[in-house]
Each structure stands twice: as structure tokens, then as C-alpha cells.
């Protein structure tokens, strides 16, 4: 994705395209759910004010407000809370969130951090509030907000350093959004810097009062107000950025979709591939030579089983089948990749562990040089709504992706990386149910 800014123009006023080739597809949340396959960048749009409050936020009796806990009493949480009382709307400002709450501002975003963890952790932090009221956001109704400090345009810009890995927060309220029919949700991003508390305060609650119901606005501190919205655009001339001198190293580019696509790179570029993946290629049991099918090896490992006097449960049949399945997987794919005429090369190794990818690297290294391009594809699903989701299960989706990508980067710091492709789903961008 990348940002083009519209100099000169009135900030209450809606850019259009002026090229034939750049369409405006989303208006709605609904007009980007059914966009299909296509190729789309995201913009910033400068958006006027409405005029309306959020759907909810009058009807609210028990409205909670997560503070920044920048400064005690004084934070922009009880700098808020003013606010709305000024306006004739009651909150409170909580540490544990009460099971009466209704409506919930969360302010973790604007949180200062010392590291990119500490940024990490808000996106957890958030999902655990989400969790806490979805029952009655689903049930009932009310309002879910989420207030971030990336610069006022959600990271596009690339200048909010360390604090775009808290940029999980939208996602998690577009999700919301889909799964509380009942309930008004809304992620806001002011770029708080040279503002005073108050003032941020305040920005937030005319946003809340006069934003209506846009699902993501990002605030600037001179005062004007964007919204990001998706383009239709076709893809120039690939250049020759990639050929088969480049060095590619891949997570997740031994299966799944992340494969396909590295197997036509190998194709066109034949470039030389390094492709991380957590599965080992152990030898299948004999048993399973000539099943082929899911249910031919559950046969087959059961009648081993049985006949070994071994105990076996569906859930370890399901393990080893995968297990099987997989491998076989990734041993095609290589084989094909090898048929392409790319070298490759497979490393077992989780993705988010820092070190056994450094080791593997000084191997890759030494025999084809320095890496040139990164691909981030691993990735794992455990798809639950937001109420019945645990905090384990979104560890293990969120870390994979994210802290994953940073030890990729860390180990590749000192690589001149001329490419870098990051696989997302689109719930990143629009929300889906249960991701």
C-alpha cells in the first residue's frame, strides 16, 4: 500500500480521482466485502464532519473509559470524561472493566512505549477489553472505541516509528463491528504530537459527538480529519527488482497459498529461495505407503496400531494425518519449485524464533550471500468470535504474524533488502467474522 497526499486542497472536501486508471471502489464497509479478487492502495481522504454523535453514545448508562495512564488523574482519560460531562454524557475511568459496562473507550493506543513490545501488547490489551463486553455489545448494544497515537493515518505514512505495531487496534473494531450487529464501533488515530492532554481530549470527543458512525477516522493536529479509502489500481512495469542473482527468504513459502505464489516466482525469476517452515521432513510411517487420502492414512495408521497392540485416539490419528499431509506437501512444492529452475533450500525453524533463524542464515549466507528479498507468509488460523476467543488462541494467531515479521526483520537488519512482501489476510483491512 502507499500514500499519496493531496497538497493545496480544502480540507472539508472530498479528492476525487483524476486519472482513468485510479477508481474509488469503497464508500462503505459493505462496498469493500464485496470488492473480489483485484489489486487495491490505500489512500487518505480528507473527510468533513457529519455533524451526528456515534449511534449509542447518548443511550449509554454504564460508559467506561480505559485510560493512557500518561499521567494519573490528570491522563486523557479523566481529561475526556470532563469532556463528556460537559456534553451531558456520565463515564468512568477504570482499571478492571465492570461487567455492567455497556459502552467502553479504549485509550491504550495513546499509551507511551519504550519498544515495539510494549506496542504489541495493546493490541492484547484491547482484545481482552473487546472480550470482556462482547456479551453485551452482542446482546444489548453500545459503543466500542478505540483511540491510537500512529500519526493520524494509521501508519501509512511510515513516520509513527515503534508505535505502528500497536496498528492491530482497527482491526480488532472492524471485526467487532461485524460480529455486535447491535453495538457502534469506531478506531480513531490522532497524531498527538505538540498537543496537550486536554486537547486531545477534546479531539476525541468532538469525534464521538460529531463523527457519526465511519468506522476509522485519523485526526491531524492542525485539526483536519481523514478517512482511509481503498483504490481500484492497476500494477506498472515490474522492473527488474528480482532475478536469479536475488537471494528470497521465505516463511510459510513451502505450503498453502504463500507457495503457489513462490513457485510461479521461481518460474519467472528463478531466483535462489531459502523457505522456513516449522515442520520437519521426517519419513511417514511404511504403513502409509500408497494412502493417499485423509481417510486412507487414518486407516491405515489405525490397522498399524491395532495390530502393534498400540492404543490410538481420532486425536492423534488427525495429528499424524496432518502431519503426513503436510510433509508431503512441502516436498512437492521444493520439487517443484527445484522443476521451476530456482535453488532452494528448506529451514525447519519456527519464524518467531530469533536465533535458530540467525544460525540458518549464516549458512544461507555463506554459500548464496547476502539476502536481497524477504517474503512473510506463515500464518495460523483460530477462528472463534471475539467472546469465545481465549487470549491463547489470540497469541498464537497474532505472534506467528507479527512477532514473527519482527524476527524476520531483526535477522535480516544487516541485509541490503531490496524487497519485502507481507501476506495479511483482508480481516486486516475489513474485519471478518471470527478473525
Known sequence: ????????????????????????????????????????????????????????????KHMC?????????????????????????????????????????FLGGLRKIANKQDAMDINREAFAAAKTIAAQLTANGGVFVTAQDTGGDFGLSGQSGD????????????????????ASVKAIDIDCK???????????CMELLTGGPELEVGLKSDGSRFRLRSYSKDAGQAGTMLDEKSVILASG????ITAKTIIQLARDVKPRLALIGRTGLDAEPPCCQGAETDAQIKTALLNDATENGKSVTPMDLN???????????????????????????????????????????????KEWGSITALVHGAGVLADKLIAEKSIE?????????????????DATAEDDLKVICLFSSIAGRTGNMGQ
Open 319 to 365: 495429528k499424524q494425518t496432518h502431519k503426513i499431509l503436510s510433509i508431503r506437501e512441502i516436498k512437492t512444492n521444493l520439487e517443484a519449485i527445484r522443476q521451476a529452475g530456482a535453488d532452494v533450500k528448506y529451514i525447519v525453524a519456527d519464524v518467531q524464533n530469533k536465533t535458530d533463524i540467525q544460525k540458518a542464515l549464516q549458512t544461507i549466507r
Open 1 to 60: 500500500a502507499f500514500i499519496e497526499r493531496s497538497l493545496g486542497q480544502d480540507k472539508n472536501s472530498i479528492i476525487e480521482p483524476t486519472t482513468a486508471d485510479e477508481v474509488p471502489v469503497i464508500e462503505t464497509q459493505a462496498s469493500e466485502d464485496a470488492l473480489g479478487i483485484g489489486r487495491y492502495i490505500l489512500r487518505e481522504t480528507p473527510v468533513p464532519y457529519s455533524g451526528f454523535s456515534m449511534p449509542g453514545l447518548t443511550q449509554a
Open 393 to 409: 488462541q489470540f497469541d498464537r494467531v497474532f505472534n506467528t504474524k507479527v512477532k514473527g515479521l519482527e524476527a524476520l526483520l
Open 194 to 204: 505538540n498537543l496537550s492532554l486536554k486537547k486531545i481530549a477534546s479531539m476525541i
Open 65 to 105: 473509559i480505559v485510560d493512557d495512564k500518561s499521567a494519573g488523574t490528570d491522563g486523557i482519560g479523566h481529561a475526556l470524561a470532563r469532556e463528556l460531562e460537559k456534553n451531558g454524557i456520565q463515564s468512568q475511568v477504570v482499571e478492571d472493566i465492570p461487567e455492567n459496562c455497556d459502552s467502553l473507550i
Open 253 to 256: 513459502g513451502a505450503r498453502g
Open 163 to 182: 508505535r505502528v505495531w500497536l496498528s492491530g487496534l482497527s482491526g480488532l473494531i472492524k471485526t467487532a463491528g461485524i460480529e455486535w450487529t447491535k
